[in-house]
């Protein structure tokens, strides 16, 4: 009697929910595997450590259809464009939905994108007028020719003018000052730590932080979902959206350093059409990375791209061409969404609920009464006849700029 029972338990779960609710399952199951469109770069990137994998618990998160290391699209969209990155992300910032995506939750290197979780996790607690000095410490282990605001030790400068030579510059100098300011008695390995516990908050799950800067680091990964999530937090906040729309501004002299220019180093801000916000990256072991915000229509979407090549777009070109394809999607085109921090939402394995069955094996499809009776008739008829087991089966784009990189790191 043990089969029927947990038979019958799902058919009363199934016919007392009202049309529109959301039912969720115990056990996560991976998406349909579907290659990514991919185009190969002239010169083939140097070999690099493989990545830890996805804890299974975590790869559906957002839904079921994000659950694959490849090619997570509606059913009937036009196809992605080819690209070289080796995963990435088109969400929605305000719906939450997730357009698509390539391997959403794999395991990558973030270089300087991870500025956007220091960014999330800090912002809140440091007041922008506050007035600080630079240590030496600061500056220990910092490459001269990595990416750097051009702060000096001993210099004065204002938490904002910081935040601006962080997120305009991509200062890995201004990163340092910043984490050992809001890691508090800790210093900077308390800021690391609070970015950590910011992923935690955000359900970032494959993000962890070694570096404020973004900087390679022992273990240091994050993921084009990930970054979406990340994104989303930061860019809630009217400081860090003026930070990013900032084109150039100026910090005055410090300890002879002469006053330093602050040039935003988006180079699409401008120019791709609607542009709110971008981030570059780049270091040797993390190739190209990218996050960037566009407006068009009332939609925000946010782009996240991991392990780019310079070339034939490089990180923009394939930005530009990916965030045109999400612009050219119905509104209501998803494969999953971006789930609340804290757990807020629903179960993240949920992948029955009311919609409109856009989604290519997403977290969600539409559930009229018919296929509610259907469905239960299906499964007591298999009890009826014996079976010990019911299993339901789940059912060119415009060429992008040629872009040279920008290297960050």
Known sequence: MAPFRIVAVTLSALLVSPVGATVTRTRAVAAPHRPCPTVEPPARPPATPSP??????????????????????????????????????????????????CGPHEHRTP?????LLLAAALMPRLDPTEVVEVKREDLRDL?????????????????????????????????????????????????????????????????????????????????????????????????????????????????????????????LLGRYPGMLAGKTGFTDLAR??????????????????????????????????????????????????????DGKDKDDRVVIAAGDGRGGGGDSSSLSPPF???????ILLSVVLGATTFRRRNMRLPSAPRTTADVED
């Open 372 to 378: 509610l009776l259907g469905l239960g008739a299906t």
């Open 143 to 267: 490459d001269p020719e990595s990416s750097l605001m051009g702060v000096a030790a001993g210099g004065r400068y204002s938490v904002q003018d910081l935040w601006l030579g962080l997120l305009l510059e991509s200062g890995n100098d201004a990163a340092n000052v910043l984490a050992r300011l809001g890691g508090g008695a800790a210093g900077r390995p308390g800021g690391v730590q609070a970015m950590n516990d910011e992923a935690r908050r955000l359900r970032a799950y494959q993000t962890h932080a070694a570096t404020p800067s973004g900087l390679d680091g022992p273990g240091q990964y994050t993921s084009a979902y990930d970054l979406a999530l990340i994104t989303r937090a930061a860019f809630a906040r009217e400081d860090f959206r003026r930070y990013m729309a900032t084109r150039a501004t100026q910090v005055p002299e410090q300890r002879g350093r002469g006053t330093l220019a602050i040039t935003n180093d988006n180079a």
């Open 111 to 115: 270089a300087s994108v991870q500025k």
């Open 52 to 101: 830890p994998p996805v804890d299974p618990n975590h790869r559906a998160v957002g839904g079921e259809g994000l659950a694959t290391p490849g090619l997570a699209a509606p059913r009937d969209a036009p196809r992605p464009p080819a690209v070289t990155a080796t995963s990435w992300v088109v969400a929605d910032l305000d719906s939450g939905r997730v357009l698509g995506g």
């Open 288 to 341: 190209q990375t990218y996050v960037g915000v566009a407006e068009r229509d009332g939609r925000r979407l946010a782009v996240t791209l991991l392990g780019a090549e310079t070339a034939p777009l490089g990180s923009l070109g394939e930005a530009t061409a990916l965030l045109n394809w999400g612009f050219g999607l119905p509104p209501d085109a998803s494969v999953g969404r971006l789930v609340a921090p």
